[in-house]
């Protein structure tokens, strides 16, 4: 920035008495510079004087140099340009606006907080008044009705004088009530058929440690039979491959978390997906590509029966609403073996179908009213088919519930978590009351709860 300084006669004069006269302009020059030029007027001198004028100079350069310091706050270290010294003007105004507008806030904030303490500080006040007056207050009595009565009564009743010996016999009639009447239907220690009150949060058990292990079946027999096995046994099968044959068995549940099985059984037929269940010691599955039932006696290692389910879609015609070829999920609980599917004709609807656990028959079936690929997955307890709304939702929903004995379907809200957000496999064993399910390379539990049945339908 260039700083122009236009002097009159200023030997003559100083800058405190000719304040009232001066005057400062601004503008710039043929080259877009901005200059700054200073002008004070003679009050005496008409013209400026010919001699030497160093002396008065040099006074002049000393007020030239304070002048040109205070111009130089004033335009704020700018930039040259034309509005340089205004932008610095408005910076500094703009500054001490909200500066005051902080002020007044922190004012109004004072205040508020000022009424709050007063307000406390009254009420801390009642506070004390009263508890000082409930220190000098005396303790009352209070008695229940029959306490009023015994003080109607005369002071020598013998029956109310303690201290004469004189008792009331007291009697009781005593009932015998069967203990399974003492613990209520939806309690953790219920143990009769009932509806789904709640499922718990999973509980891990196993991480497969290879892809085949995404998706898979794993179960502990809840009526298991022969000497072989019992259970403890857990039964696990990865699912994920060409040709899945094998079975893996393990002593119990810390054997399995090691990872060691104790034995590892052969199919003499591929299996199809994660529709498997275990019951009375036996392996049921669906064949690959096939609407064949096979079940596979555990303690002979031999296929002991196999059986086609009338017009069951299979390979991918009506599976769960994750894929995976899951058209036919076998299932067990209290009451017996099942298969859950759907035909052509049910148009994808799910059908239940009781199964005679020997020969595969089927010995009654049921068409509900929802779709199986709406659903991620289905189980048996107590004749109830349930419905998992999602496989991927951490938090979803068991969603609808159908009642074989009354044939009646209809939507409820059960909460269920899929931790591992890809549940692939849900099958209850009904001697831990407990599902199982696996859920994105994870084996998991969960506790359920069971209470009275709702009469309501939909």
Same mark, same amino acid.
């Given at each position: ?22 005057s ?7 080259t877009?510079?901005?200059?700054y ?11 400026c ?6 002396p ?10 304070l002048? +040109? ?22 910076? /500094? ?12 806030q ?11 303490v007063?307000?406390l ?9 009263e ?8 303790c ?8 009023k ?11 109310? @004088?303690?201290?004469?010996g !004189? ?16 613990i209520? +239907? ?24 290879? /892809?085949?292990?995404?998706?898979g079946?794993w ?5 298991p039979?022969?000497?072989?096995y ?5 039964w696990? /099968? ?12 393990y002593?119990?549940?810390d ?9 590892v ?8 997906s994660t529709g498997?269940?275990m ?27 196999r ?19 899951? @058209?036919?999920?076998?299932a !067990?609980? +209290? ?16 059908v /239940? ?15 509900t ?6 659903v ?6 107590c ?7 999602s ?13 074989? !004995? ?11 978590k ?23 390379f ?8 069971l209470g ?6 939909s």
């Open positions: 920035m260039w700083l122009q300084v236009s002097l009159l006669c200023l030997s003559c004069l100083t800058l405190s008495q000719a304040q009232d006269r001066a400062l302009r601004r503008s710039n020059d043929h877009g510079r901005c200059h030029t200073f002008t004070v007027a003679s009050p005496e001198e008409s013209s004087s010919g001699g030497s004028m160093k008065e100079m040099d006074g002049v350069s000393s007020r030239l140099t002048l +040109e310091a205070l111009v130089s706050r004033l335009i704020a270290g700018g930039d040259g340009g034309a509005g340089t010294g205004a932008k610095g003007e408005e910076g /500094i105004q703009e500054a001490y606006s909200q500066v005051m507008r902080e002020r007044n922190l004012q109004q904030d004072k205040e508020r907080l000022s009424g709050q007063q307000e500080q009254r009420r801390l006040a009642e506070l004390s008044q508890a000082e007056s409930l220190r000098q207050r005396p009352q009595q209070t008695h229940t009705s029959g306490a009565q015994r003080e109607n009564r005369p002071a020598s009743d013998p029956e109310y @004088d303690l201290g004469n !004189a008792y009331q016999e007291m009697k009781a009639e005593v009932t015998k009530v069967p203990a399974s009447q003492l209520p +239907e939806g309690s953790p220690n219920f143990t009769g058929c009932g509806e789904l009150q709640s499922v718990g949060d999973p509980v891990l058990h196993k991480k497969a440690d290879s /892809i085949t292990g995404k998706y079946v179960l502990q027999d809840p009526e039979q022969g000497s072989n019992n259970n403890k046994t857990v696990r /099968i990865d699912t994920v491959g060409k040709d899945v044959r094998q079975v893996f068995a002593e119990d549940m054997q399995l978390s090691q990872g060691f099985p104790m034995k059984l052969v199919l003499p037929e591929p299996m199809e498997a269940t019951y009375r010691g036996s392996l049921y599955f669906q064949r690959k590509r096939s609407r064949t039932l096979i079940r596979y006696d555990l303690t002979s290692e031999r296929l002991a029966s059986l086609e389910l009338p017009h069951a879609g299979f390979h991918g015609q009506h599976p769960y609403s994750w894929g995976g070829y899951t @058209d036919i999920d076998l !067990a609980d +209290e009451q017996g073996l099942w298969a859950i599917y759907s035909t052509n004709k049910a148009k994808g609807a799910i /239940i179908s009781k199964l005679d656990p020997e020969s595969l028959e089927v010995k009654r079936s049921w068409e009213n929802i779709r199986k690929n709406t991620a997955n289905a189980f048996m307890v004749g109830r088919l349930y419905t998992v709304g496989y991927t939702a951490p938090n979803t929903t068991i969603n609808y519930v159908f009642d074989t !004995a009354t044939g009646i379907g209809r939507a409820v809200s059960v909460p269920f899929n931790k591992y957000r890809y549940n692939s496999m849900v099958d209850y064993n009904h001697a831990q009351r407990k599902l199982f399910s696996w859920d994105n994870h084996m998991v539990t969960y506790d359920i709860r009275k049945a709702s009469n309501s339908s």
